[in-house]
């Protein structure tokens, strides 16, 4: 893709990516870019460009060399040492008269540096008399330094232009005077950009204001510092937040912004915006970057956002129409529509092409008169006229259908009435229709469906009963059109207040019957088999005979019922008997009542073996079609068919919700980058995708869920929304819902970027304004997938996937593994991310947005070879995320190798979620207790016990509770067993660990910490077995054990682990690790003496001196229970500078920790004190979470980590050989690529590498304001 690119974007392109992703140092929080020089300049010879990059208090230098004949090769080189400052550098340029030699750099202060880059030493050093704090800086230089201008946006919401190199400037202590003052903003600027051509200068505000200067010629030789009285020529207000980067060209300005939208202003005409690139989640966009484009070629424009993610753009030339590329559009077109009546039903008509135009669309139009009009090319025409029964009342569809044994496509229109009649014609010739009878009631709904060599026609009904027809297109002798129609046994609804079929779809199948999932206005979701006639009745045009279908009654039960009531007792259970009456009509295989709540289902569609449906209710469901055995569904009924003993049944996997206030869902559409040119032919060619089977023969959940748009109304717009991203791309103000409408394109359901709407407004057929022709997609091109746009609050390690097709390939074995992770955040998200340990590459797998608030802490429960470095080709994992307002969610993620897309894929099914408000709500006597803090959060989470029917976990809470949940995958429920306020101020962290004797029992024990600075130890053993025998859930609430002072405040990670369980005579010792807001390490030991006659206070097994032999604090022992006492306890008070936030353990004995402070350390833990053998430098600020994991790479890859550049990051180097790795010492290392890796061989050969630890970056520390809440 980069050979696309003109030149001079070519390497603007790659300065957006340095100054987006580099970091030389540790220290460099938001490295930035200066500029590029060029070294060589040769068409066939490598060329090589000199970089700047700055960030932090420090400059460094690279050398970016590209080789024409390799085309997209491109290599980094540092060149010298790092160069330290003594302030924040805000802007660097290079001195083009000086031969590279020497850069200038703005600094935060008001003052420029000129910088030695051959010694690495600032030569001079100028301040201005304004001495201020600059937020943005802009340097213009030429040849020399004393051409320099700088332009610099202050604290006090004013633009000063200085010179620093006028006079005297060899002397540090002669301030350069003001030049020019620029007043106007009402916040501090944040960006500068200038234009020379045009002497523009344009600045971006806190003030949500992007304002265009007439400044005049600034810079150049002698250093011009433009007119002397400059005015603003435009003031161009459009973010809705602070605006954080500004690029000034001829004619356009581009401006990024917290709102995470990039604007491209008009703003020599009109000052309107004419484009509205949006593509990144939450948190803004940073970075802008805009090519210089020659004449009316275009611009590309590239983004950088706080998520991680970069994406670019392509924005047209000046000479096209300029048309609004945002997502909101006011402009509507009235098709005035003359016709007899009012418009009642709009559809488009005609084949829809992936390929055409807006102007080459049809629509179809029925009125209350019962007459049908259809536009083409800007005129109206009466396609068909109906009897008297027809008006007042009608429901229509249309459908394309492909002419049988022909490639001619012909538009099928049907229109239905109250009473039950059914009009059936093409719209090319409507003479050539049949007219068909759905019962004598009134037609609800039709739907069409199509199949590979007709279509099917759905037709709902009185009584629930919905008729079906499959029809065929056929040309006569005579090249007219020929109708064929085959009726088929009809579908019996359950029975609820609003009986009528909304959305069906046919679910095909080689080796089994075909079925039929269908949606009713009840909001339920059914199941139908489908079972054709053998009798083929087809109609032809010729005759015009009319196919009736006889009203069909239920017969009365034996016992006095109705068949109706015994659907409603199978409805309750989820799935249903494979029964038809006598008279033929099928009732239902499984049914989930009410799914989409009482509103109705709007809409149900199948890819890749999934289902997906629409309501009202503001969700989509995911859900597929399984097998249940007899026993797991109930009773069985005694008229039950020998086909139906597989007892197929509808299982909602999970839940997707629209944004706030969107409840009113109509569709979805897959988005067009999810589909491959050879999954559209075949779609084309059968109806879905054929993917592997399952032993039921149906579509097996071949790789992730695929990313789609939602289709709905928000208040008075018709909307498109993306939920991953959380933003609109396509709205139109129509008034809301209760209408009918069209969007355009939906060819096979896919949506392509762009769209525009038909439908009815008061009587009028109104359509919004089209896309111009050759729009560019709306997301632009994602050159890195983002992940979270604000604060991630906790990562977990799930397991390693293998490509398993490449085993004989050119890609080596380590660049195959992918490590998943999964990532939470305060943007109320969990991302399940693949990672590439070796090239560092990142794929989003899925995005699951059920939190209503930040999430605090997760756990996984992965298969046991997962956590073992085995190379795994698919992956189970359940997972439970926890955080604000006390909910926790439970997912299950299947994971394994997409051969299509070649990544790993994901599936998550969602098992159940809970929350504590909705708790309290079903208790019994609820208001004799007290109200649950509705601003509860869970802060920790661990995994007690796991069984065979659920787990068990313990949950840490800000409310001061410790609460035991028992989470059932197959029930899909979460209950809360007990809790217990002992700590009475917030918990932080728990964590457990099991023990087991000699004779085989087993022992749980839970540690919990508050912000007291305690760690509490609980004996969990009875309280599991008590919660376990008690059918109501009230458990006997356990007291602690034992009580350890560990810290001076509060603790905020613990790591527990046992030495040689079981193998001393009477017990054993286990070992708790903590880090707390004080900074200090605490590994504490505890002896456990099991209950078979050990005598307190000693034992054969343990050692009589303790280094810490009297503690404060209760020591609650039972002769028949376990003995617990404090055995010794060792301090690192200065662990870290800063609270230490995360403590995890790599195996026994070896612990990694990290804080604020941007260290990550490893510890030896031996028993009798804490050694440090290692530490390194994050570039991730403000770490919050952790997660590590042995490497299986082996030993080649410990020893390539030991053989790279001895510097690493934050100036910290090691060298020491491979051979003294062997021997136990830890090392330091860094990579030709920055990142780091720790080597141990103690016992086990151990990696841990900057990819292999994993750092979640977030506010600052959380567990601070939670104790400041309590107290």
């Known amino acids: 893709m980069l050979e696309c690119f003109s030149t001079s974007f070519y390497f603007v392109f790659i300065c957006t990516l340095l100054r987006l992703f580099i970091g030389i140092s540790a220290i460099f929080h938001s490295s930035v870019l200066a500029c590029l020089f060029p070294a060589i300049s040769c068409t066939t010879e490598p060329i090589c460009y000199d970089v700047a990059v700055f960030g932090g208090k420090a400059v460094r230098l690279l050398r970016l060399h590209r080789d024409p004949q390799i085309g997209e090769h491109i290599h980094l080189e540092l060149l010298g040492p790092l160069m330290e400052l003594q302030d924040w550098a805000l802007d660097v340029r290079w001195l083009s008269g000086d031969h590279q030699s020497q850069l200038c750099v703005a600094v935060a202060h008001n003052s420029a540096l000129l910088l030695d880059v051959s010694q690495g030493q600032a030569v001079i050093q100028r301040s201005c008399q304004e001495g201020c704090l600059l937020y943005s800086a802009l340097l213009l230089t030429h040849d020399f330094w004393s051409d320099t201008v700088l332009v610099g946006g202050t604290v006090f919401n004013q633009l000063v232009l200085w010179k620093p190199g006028e006079g005297n400037s060899s002397r540090a202590n002669v301030k350069a005077p003001v030049e020019r003052r620029l007043l106007g903003h009402s916040g501090v600027i944040f960006s500068i950009s200038y234009i020379l051509e045009r002497g523009y200068l344009a600045s971006a505000s806190d003030d949500r204001s992007v304002r265009v200067w007439g400044v005049g010629a600034l810079g150049g030789p002698g250093g011009k510092c433009g007119d002397l009285n400059p005015a603003c020529l435009q003031v161009l207000y459009g973010h809705q937040a602070r605006v954080f980067s500004v690029h000034l060209s001829p004619g356009k300005v581009f401006s990024a912004g917290e709102d995470g939208a990039c604007l491209v202003w008009d703003w020599a005409r009109d000052g309107k915006v004419v484009h509205a690139l949006k593509g990144h989640r939450a948190g803004g966009v940073r970075a802008l970057a805009v090519s210089e484009g020659e004449g009316g070629e275009g611009k590309w424009v590239a983004t950088g956002g706080a998520d991680g993610g970069v994406r670019l753009w392509r924005v047209e030339g000046e000479e096209k129409d300029e048309s609004m590329e945002e997502a909101v559009t006011e402009r509507l077109t009235d098709l005035k529509f003359p016709g007899d009546g009012l418009p009642k039903v709009v559809r488009i008509a005609g084949e829809e092409d992936e390929n055409m135009s807006w102007s080459q669309i049809k629509f179809v139009v029925c009125t209350d008169k019962g007459l049908v009009y259809q536009y083409s090319h800007g005129m109206w025409e009466v396609v068909w006229q109906g009897p008297p029964e027809f008006q007042s009342y009608c429901v229509m569809e249309t459908v394309t259908v492909t002419v049988k044994q022909s490639v001619a496509k012909a538009c099928l229109c049907a229109v239905g009435n ?33 199949a590979e060599s007709g279509v099917y026609l759905l037709a709902s009904g009185a009584e ?11 040309f006569s002798r005579e090249g007219s059109i020929v109708l064929g129609v085959n009726p088929l046994p009809c579908f019996l609804l359950p029975p609820c207040a609003k009986r009528w079929l909304t959305a069906a779809v046919r679910l095909r199948s080689r080796s089994q019957p075909v079925l039929w999932v269908c949606g009713d206005r009840r909001g339920s979701l059914i199941m139908f088999p489908d079972r054709e006639q053998t009798k083929q009745n087809e109609v032809h045009e010729e005759g015009m005979s009319e196919v009736l279908l006889r009203d069909r009654k239920q017969p009365a039960h034996e016992e006095g019922g109705t068949a109706q009531d015994d659907i409603c007792a199978d409805v309750k259970q989820g799935t249903m008997d494979t029964r038809e009456n006598p008279d033929g009509v099928l009732e239902p295989l499984s049914c989930l009542f009410g799914v989409h ?15 997906y449906s629409t309501g009202r209710d503001g969700c989509v469901r995911v859900f597929r079609v399984q097998s249940a055995k007899h026993a797991e569904t109930g009773r069985i009924s005694a008229g039950q068919s020998a086909e139906n003993k597989e007892r197929l049944q509808l299982e909602v996997l999970r839940v997707q919700r629209a944004c706030r206030g969107m409840e009113w869902l109509e569709r979805i559409l ?27 023969g149906f579509n097996r959940v071949k790789g992730r869920e695929a990313r789609f748009v939602i289709v709905g109304f928000h208040a008075v717009h018709f909307v498109v929304w993306d939920p991953v991203k959380q933003e609109r791309l396509l709205a139109v103000p129509c008034g809301g819902g209760h209408r009918s409408w069209s969007l355009w394109p939906s060819y096979k359901g896919v949506w392509p970027g762009y769209g525009a709407l038909v439908f009815i407004k008061q009587g009028s057929v109104l359509a919004s304004e089209p896309p111009r022709e050759g729009a560019g997609k709306s997301g632009g091109w994602g050159l890195r997938e983002g992940v979270h746009g604000r604060g991630i609050g906790c990562v977990c390690r799930l397991g390693r996937i293998v490509d398993a097709e490449n085993d004989g390939g050119k890609v080596g074995r380590e660049e195959r593994q992918w490590e998943i992770v999964v990532m939470g955040g305060e943007d109320t998200s969990l991302s399940v991310l693949a990672v590439n340990p070796i090239t560092g590459s990142i794929k989003v797998l899925s995005v699951i947005t059920d939190h209503i608030s930040s999430v605090r802490t997760m756990t996984a429960i992965t298969s046991p070879d997962a956590g073992r470095g085995r190379q795994l080709r698919s992956l189970s994992a359940l997972l439970l995320s926890a955080g604000g307002r006390a909910q926790i969610q439970c997912y299950r993620l299947l994971l394994a190798w997409d051969r299509q897309r070649a990544a790993p894929s994901c599936q998550v099914i969602q098992v159940a979620s809970h929350r504590l408000d909705a708790e ?36 840490s809470c800000s409310d001061g509770a410790i609460r035991l949940l028992s989470v059932s995958e197959g029930k899909r429920q979460i209950d809360l067993l007990w809790e217990t306020f002992h700590h009475q101020r917030c918990v932080l962290s728990v964590a457990t660990c099991n023990l087991e004797d000699d004779k085989g029992s087993r022992y749980k024990l839970l540690f919990s910490a508050a912000t007291d600075g305690k760690v509490a130890l609980w004996h969990l053993t009875e309280a599991l077995l008590s919660s376990s025998d008690n059918a109501s859930g009230a458990a006997t609430r356990p007291m602690p054990c034992l009580e350890i002072p560990a810290h001076q405040s509060g603790v905020n990670s613990l790591a527990v682990w046992a030495e040689n369980p079981g193998q001393q005579e009477c017990g054993c010792l286990v070992t708790v690790a903590s880090g707390g807001d004080d900074g200090q390490l605490t590994v504490s030991t505890v002896r456990v003496q099991y209950p078979d006659g050990a005598k307190i206070g000693g034992s054969r097994g343990f050692p009589q001196t303790s280094e810490s032999p009297a503690l404060p604090g209760p020591q609650f022992q039972h002769t028949d229970q376990l003995r617990l006492s404090l055995r010794s306890q060792a301090h690192v008070e200065l662990a870290h500078a800063a609270p230490l936030t995360a403590l995890k353990l790599l195996s026994p004995g070896l612990l990694v920790s990290t804080s604020s402070d941007q260290r990550v350390c490893l510890w030896k833990v031996s028993s009798d004190r804490v050694s440090h053998s290692g530490a390194l430098c994050s570039h991730v600020a403000d770490a919050a979470g952790l997660a590590v994991w042995e490497g299986g790479g082996g030993e080649n890859m410990a020893r390539r980590g030991v053989e790279a550049e001895g510097e690493t990051a934050g100036g910290i180097s090691s060298q020491e050989t491979a051979d003294e790795v062997k021997g136990g010492e830890s090392t330091e290392a860094g990579r030709e690529t920055g990142d780091l890796v720790w080597s141990i061989d103690d016992e086990k050969r151990a990696e841990v590498n900057t990819r292999g630890i994993h750092l979640a970056k977030s506010s600052p520390s959380a567990a601070m304001k939670c104790q400041k809440g309590n107290r």
Not at 464 to 474: D, K, Q
Not at 597 to 611: F, I, M, P
Not at 924 to 950: A, C, F, L, Q, W
Request: proline residues 2%.
């Open 418 to 450: 109250i009473s039950g009649s059914l009009q059936l014609f093409p719209t090319s010739h409507p003479h050539c229709g049949i007219h068909l009878s759905a019962g004598s009631g009134k037609i609800h709904s039709l739907i069409w469906q199509k």
């Open 464 to 474: 629930g009963l919905v008729y079906r027809w499959f029809v065929e297109v056929n």
């Open 597 to 611: 709540g009482k509103q109705g289902v709007t809409s149900v569609c199948e890819y890749r073996g999934l289902l």
């Open 670 to 696: 897959i988005l067009r980058s999810e589909i491959s040119e050879e999954e559209l032919g075949e779609e084309s060619e059968h109806g879905f995708l054929e993917g592997e089977k399952d032993e039921l």
């Open 920 to 955: 309290w709500e079903r208790r019994r006597n609820r208001h004799k207790t007290v109200k649950m803090d509705p601003e509860t959060r869970y802060m920790s989470i661990t995994v007690v016990d796991e069984k065979t029917d659920g787990v068990l976990v313990a949950l």
